[in-house]
């Protein structure tokens, strides 16, 4: 059985784009949610090759028989579906949240760093390898307040040296497997110091391209494997016509000029 970051990239290449859909939609009426962002999905399918959803989407939909429809149509339209969890618990109850959104069909969920291996996200690992899916690892945020976290210096306990937390986490994440690194498109000279670590072992995910200001192509240059666009797809008058347009930028970039 093929692992997520196998699968993903394999969609990816297959149908040349890079581009998740961030499905955020938040509407009052939990009806009205669901359908509109089941069209959303429909129409834009062809120009994206996973979708990402987030617990705004979840909490009024709930898990089962609502967030897990939309799951489920996206596995229809023969792509992957990732769980926007931001894991950040110990344990046990990282174990039993991430085995919720399993069970609801997502192939992936993306946890926090800060909680550490043992205890933390150990559990979560050995869960998602044991069923194929996967754990996708916040490095750097796409926000101002990330350089207060992220951005921090520590001293790394393996060397003894300063170094900045996102360095930290990049190598953790090569040590623990991760399928994947969440770094802010806004922030291309992380995506850059980032690569240079991880190289092609774990492909970077960069949220932040359109509304939040970060840039297609820079992010793309820097080293991002996927970019994560919400608004700027489904709050456009058209949205299937602007993930077509954010397909058109990536494959000059990734597909074409690189085959
Ligand atoms: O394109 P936007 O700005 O409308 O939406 C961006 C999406 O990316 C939205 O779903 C956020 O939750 C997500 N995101 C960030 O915006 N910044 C981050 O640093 C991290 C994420 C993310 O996807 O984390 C996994």
């Not at 009426?29 to 617990?55: G, Y």
């Not at 790394?156 to 040590?175: M, N």
């Not at 995910?205 to 994560?228: C, F, H, M, N, T």
């Not at 666009?229 to 949205?239: K, L, N, T």
Request: glycine share 8%; net charge neutral; with cysteine.
């Amino acid at each position: 059985m093929r692992s997520f970051k196998e699968n993903i990239e394999a969609y990816s290449r297959e149908k040349e784009t890079n581009i998740i859909l961030a499905l955020d939609l938040f509407l009052t009426d939990k009806k009205a949610q669901l359908e509109k962002s089941m069209a959303i999905l429909e129409s834009v399918h062809d120009n994206i090759c996973a979708v990402k959803l987030n617990r705004q989407v979840v909490l009024p939909l709930g898990l089962y028989s609502g967030a897990d429809r939309i799951v489920a149509h996206a596995h229809r339209l023969n792509m992957p579906a990732i769980m926007d969890a931001k894991i950040n618990d110990v344990g046990h109850t990282n174990t039993a949240i991430a085995a919720c959104y399993f069970d609801a069909g997502f192939d992936a969920v993306i946890a926090s760093p800060f909680v550490g291996w043992e205890d933390g996200l150990q559990p979560v690992f050995e869960l998602a390898r044991g069923q194929s899916k996967g754990v996708l690892v916040l490095c750097y945020m796409s926000h101002k307040g990330a350089a207060e976290g992220y951005g921090q210096t520590v001293l790394d306990s393996k060397t003894g040296k300063l170094k900045a937390q996102y360095e930290v986490f990049a190598d953790r994440a090569l040590t623990w497997g991760a399928d994947g690194l969440i770094v802010g498109a806004t922030y291309p000279d992380k995506i850059s110091r980032i690569h240079e670590i991880v190289k092609d072992e774990i492909p970077i995910y960069s949220p932040g391209v359109g509304v939040q200001g970060g840039d297609v192509e820079i992010a793309v240059k820097a080293g991002a494997r996927y970019l994560i666009v919400g608004r700027s797809i489904y709050s456009a008058d058209d949205p299937g016509e602007a993930s077509r347009r954010f397909r058109e930028r990536v494959r000059k970039l990734m597909f074409k000029l690189n085959s």
